[in-house]
């Protein structure tokens, strides 16, 4: 586990070129931060966002509060690819269309 500020100088480090890594992320925010930082990131797989008061359930398995939605926002502003899907042998569904 790094923090989003080492992984952004990891990822630009020489030292680490050409290795591929899978992120995990807490919240979409991390991941606006990485993209704004240079991390070249091309889809999200959006995972279960439990529903707590001040979210919005957007699916059965996502909620988000208005900081999240926006952060979405931006990613798929900047051509990040949000998709939903609970396995990997399910097809992905378009997050993006949840959220409008």
């Known amino acids: 586990m790094v923090t989003v500020e080492k992984m952004i ?3 630009h480090s020489e030292r ?12 979409p925010t991390d991941v606006l931060h990485l ?21 919005k359930q957007l699916t059965k398995s996502v909620s988000a509060t208005p900081e999240d939605i926006a952060s979405f926002k931006k990613l798929h502003e900047k051509g990040v690819q949000l998709e939903l899907r609970q396995l990997p042998s399910d097809s992905a569904v378009d997050f993006y269309s949840k959220i409008e």
Do not use: Q
Not at 35 to 55: A, D, H, Q, T
């Open 16 to 27: 680490y070129e050409g290795v591929t890594a899978f992120l995990l992320f807490g919240n």
């Open 35 to 55: 993209v704004e930082g240079g991390v070249k990131i091309p889809s999200v797989n959006i995972g279960g966002m439990i529903y707590e008061e001040g979210r």
């Open 9 to 11: 100088k990891a990822y």
